[in-house]
C-alpha cells in the first residue's frame, strides 16, 4: 500500500511540474480511507459506475468526514451540483465545504477540508490522477485556488455560511450608511490586520465607516449580514471603498481643530481644505481627511459644519 501511494504520489507530482502548477502537496492529518464504505458500497456515484470522478470523491469525502450523505442535488454532474444545491453558496472559502469549477462540459468539485488565514487546504479526485483520488492533500492561496480555472463559480457550505455568523454584534447601524464597498469585496481583518477566516465585506455592501486609522491604514466599520451587523476592520482601499458625500465638507478662511474620540485635539486642517462627513457624535462632525499618505487617510471630529447639514 506504501509503495502504491508512493507511485501515485510521484505521479501527481511529475503532472504539476508538466503542467506548471505549483500547488503544496501534504499530508491530512486525517486522510481519507479511499477503502471505506464512503467510496465504494454506500457511494451513490460507485453504485451507478462512476466510481473515480471527482462528484465521486467529493460525495464520500462528505459522508466520510461530516456523516452527510449527499441529497439527489448532488447526484450529476459538477455544474449540477452548482445549479440545483439549496446549501447556502459564496465566494469565501470555508472548512467542509464543496469548491465547484465550471470548467468543459462537465465541471469540476473540489473537498475543502480547513481554511487558515489565506491558505485553503483541499482534497480532490480526477484532476493530476485520472478517474482516482489524486492521493494527498494539498494547500494554495485563495487566489491561486480560484485561478485553476477560468471558471471558478464559488464554494457550496456544507456547515452553514461562514459570511453569515449567527452572532452579530448588533441588529442595525449606529448611523446612517456612508460609504459603500465597488469593485471588489474586503476581508475583515483584526486590529493588527490579520485576516479573520470566513469573514468579509462583499462588493457592493453598503457599510458605516466609523475610524480610519492612519498608522496602520485599516479602517473600522459596521457591515451587513443577514443575520444582522458586525463591526470589523477592513483594509483602507481607498479605490473600493466609495463614500457617499465624498468632499462635501470644506474648511473656512481659518484652521480648524481635528479631535479624536476623547475629546483631545490631534492635528488641524487647512483653510480651504475639503474632506468627506461620516457621522455626527456629541455635536461633532466625524469626516475623514487628506494627509501624505494619500486621500481619505485619517479621521477625526470637527466642530465646524463646513457646508454640510445632513446629519
Not at 502537496?25 to 451507478?48: C, G
Not at 477540508?113 to 492561496?141: C, L, M, P, R, W
Not at 490586520?193 to 491604514?217: A, C, N
Amino acid at each position: 500500500m506504501k509503495k502504491q501511494l508512493r507511485k501515485v504520489m510521484i505521479l501527481a507530482v511529475s503532472l504539476l511540474m508538466l503542467w506548471g502548477q505549483t500547488p503544496n502537496i501534504v499530508f491530512a492529518a486525517t486522510s481519507p480511507n479511499i477503502s471505506s464504505s464512503a467510496y465504494n458500497s454506500e457511494n451513490i456515484f460507485t453504485q451507478s459506475g462512476y466510481k473515480g470522478q471527482c462528484t465521486w470523491f467529493v460525495w464520500g469525502r462528505a459522508y466520510e468526514k461530516l456523516g452527510i450523505k449527499l441529497n439527489s442535488q448532488f447526484y450529476g454532474n459538477a455544474k449540477q451540483w452548482w445549479n440545483e444545491t439549496t446549501y447556502p453558496k459564496g465566494q469565501t472559502p470555508a472548512a467542509n465545504s464543496i469548491a465547484v469549477f465550471g470548467n468543459g462540459s462537465a465541471g469540476h468539485v473540489v473537498f475543502v477540508e480547513s481554511v487558515s488565514g489565506d491558505i485553503i487546504y483541499f482534497n480532490e479526485a480526477n484532476y493530476h490522477v485520472s478517474k482516482a483520488y489524486d492521493g494527498a492533500e494539498e494547500n494554495q492561496t485563495v487566489s491561486a485556488f480560484k485561478s485553476r480555472s477560468a471558471n471558478f463559480l464559488g464554494f457550496i457550505y456544507l456547515q452553514g455560511n461562514p459570511s453569515e455568523p449567527s452572532d452579530p454584534t448588533q441588529s442595525g447601524f449606529t448611523y446612517p450608511n456612508n460609504a459603500q464597498v465597488s469593485g471588489d469585496f474586503l476581508y475583515v481583518r483584526d486590529s493588527s490586520g490579520s485576516i479573520i477566516p470566513g469573514r468579509r465585506v462583499d462588493d457592493g455592501d453598503k457599510i458605516t465607516v466609523l475610524d480610519v486609522i492612519y498608522s496602520t491604514q485599516l479602517a473600522l466599520v459596521e457591515y451587513p449580514t443577514p443575520n444582522g451587523v458586525r463591526t470589523g476592520y477592513v483594509t483602507n482601499a481607498t479605490n473600493i471603498i466609495k463614500y457617499f458625500n465624498a468632499g462635501a465638507w470644506k474648511n473656512g478662511s481659518t484652521s480648524e481643530n481635528v479631535y479624536d474620540s476623547n475629546g483631545n485635539v490631534i492635528e488641524s486642517i487647512s483653510p480651504g481644505e475639503i474632506a468627506t462627513p461620516l457621522y455626527r457624535k456629541n455635536g461633532k462632525l466625524s469626516v475623514v481627511y487628506n494627509t501624505s499618505k494619500g486621500a481619505n487617510t485619517k479621521s477625526g471630529f470637527v466642530v465646524y459644519n463646513g457646508g454640510f447639514n445632513k446629519y
